[in-house]
């Protein structure tokens, strides 16, 4: 099994792009998640989602969006990309427990 | 707002010892707690859940202070392979957990 999936592995946006992370699991989990992680601070909830068609806002996430069509795909969209969300972004699912949380490599995102 | 604190460190530790450390909870409600480990720019990974009446996992042992609300982590005879950043994690809902910013440790040989 490959796990947690994430695409791309590093990116640099302009300011004002727009972009989309993919994340795939083959797990079979219900539950997904997108953080956010900056230096010296601990993960943020960005959204997540409990099943394929639903979704519901994390800690931080104005100026993201999510979809979840299917169990195995929740791709986060960042629209108009700002200096602050520069970032390294964790995709995680999990079988139903909140802790036991499986994570991807992580996207490293630099905005200019 | 809940929080979880963690002494940032880095610990550093010679190889062989016992090293242990702490985080703190600000959410008296919260329900369940956890340690995950994250390796240089590396995806964090669970370590091991922390029960009520403490666990142990070979030289890992985890500790559960509701009265303080603190969570311990215990690592016995360190390897160089225990050189990481510890996150302490704690959750209120089957949805959404706060995590700590991480201890580093380092084990020097």
């Known amino acids: 099994n490959a796990g947690v999936t994430q695409t791309p592995k590093f990116r640099i946006l302009k300011i004002g792009q727009s972009m989309t992370l993919q994340c795939t699991q083959d797990m079979n989990h219900n539950y997904m998640y997108w953080y956010r992680q900056d230096p010296g601070m601990g993960l943020k909830l960005i959204y997540y989602s409990v099943g394929a068609g639903i979704t519901d806002k994390g800690e931080v996430p104005n100026g993201y969006n999510v979809s979840r069509s299917t169990t195995e795909d929740f791709p986060l969209r960042l629209e108009l990309a700002a200096p602050s969300q520069t970032s390294v972004y964790f995709c995680?699912?999990?079988?139903?427990?909140?802790?036991?949380?499986?994570f991807g490599p992580g996207t490293r995102l630099t905005v200019t | 707002r809940k929080e979880v604190e963690q002494d940032p460190g880095p610990f550093n530790v010679p190889e062989g010892a016992t090293v242990a450390f702490n985080c703190t909870y600000s959410n008296s409600a919260s329900q369940s707690f956890f340690w995950y480990r994250q390796d240089c720019r590396k995806e964090p990974k669970l370590l091991m859940s922390?029960?009520?009446?403490?666990n142990e996992d070979g030289r890992f042992t985890a500790q559960l202070n509701r009265a303080s609300q603190y969570i311990s982590l215990l690592i016995r005879d360190s390897k160089l392979s225990d050189s990481a950043t510890y996150l302490c994690?704690?959750?209120?809902?089957?949805?959404?957990?706060?995590w700590g910013a991480g201890t580093k440790l380092i084990i020097k040989p």
């Open positions: 995680a699912s999990s079988p139903g427990t909140a802790g036991e949380q499986y």
């Open positions: 922390v029960y009520s009446s403490g």
């Open positions: 994690v704690g959750g209120d809902s089957n949805y959404q957990l706060i």
